[in-house]
């Protein structure tokens, strides 16, 4: 049986695992990468260490095997990560070369957002200014714990006064954006010419409330 719990210390690893276990559009991305924390750099350790109050992870045989995390802040957050974590990556990993761009590997590619973070639209974040990632494994998926595990982020968004929330997802991962949509996300036309690669949905604050 799994449960929903927040975050603790010692999940970090696991949290880092599964990024990139489900990193290739809910897939295993493991192969793609020489350093299999890259995804988790970008997506979920700065949201478990820098706000583990908005982080909540499932467990199942004593083993995370999901979690979603974010903020309600995206501006804010866009602002600390330069100032709290970008920093100390940038020292770790050097930026690829851009001329040879189109040569670049996925741990290039990844690296690369690390030194030039793409800013989500200030349109979308002034309209949806919270905004989430949430991953499950695949034993996982289908069980309906993913719906259980966002009302449950919801539940805290909302009772800390949240007025809407935005999520991005892959154009080519059909499965995730059909899991947003059914729970109430809807695609955000603007934003698209700026990361054509990103898919945006949001939900305003009175279709959380009914959640």
Not at 69 to 96: C, F, I, M, S
Not at 133 to 139: A, D, G, S, Y
Request: hydrophobic content about 35%; overall charge positive.
């Amino acid at each position: 049986m799994h449960i929903l719990r927040p975050f603790r210390p010692e999940d970090l690893n696991d949290i880092y695992q599964i990024s990139v276990q489900t990193g290739d559009n809910g897939r295993d991305a493991t192969a793609l990468y020489d350093d299999p924390k890259l995804m988790g750099h970008i997506y979920s350790a700065p949201y478990v260490l820098l706000e583990p109050e908005h982080a909540i992870v499932v467990e199942y045989n004593d083993q995370v095997v999901g979690y979603v995390v974010g903020t309600l802040d995206t501006q804010n957050w866009e602002k600390r990560l330069e100032l709290e974590w970008w920093p100390k990556l940038r020292h770790q990993y050097k930026a690829p070369n851009p001329a040879n761009r189109d040569h670049w590997t996925m741990d290039q590619i990844r690296i690369d957002r690390m030194h030039n973070p793409r800013l989500v639209d200030r349109e979308i974040s002034t309209r949806y200014p919270a905004h989430m990632h949430m991953n499950l494994l695949p034993i996982m998926q289908r069980r309906g714990i993913g719906t259980s595990l966002l009302k449950k982020w919801l539940s805290i968004a909302i009772k800390k006064g949240d007025r809407g929330v935005h999520v991005g997802a892959n154009p080519k991962n059909k499965d995730g954006i059909a899991f947003w949509q059914r729970s109430g996300f809807q695609t955000i036309s603007i934003g698209h010419k700026k990361t054509p690669q990103t898919g945006w949905l949001g939900r305003s604050s009175m279709k959380i409330a009914s959640t």
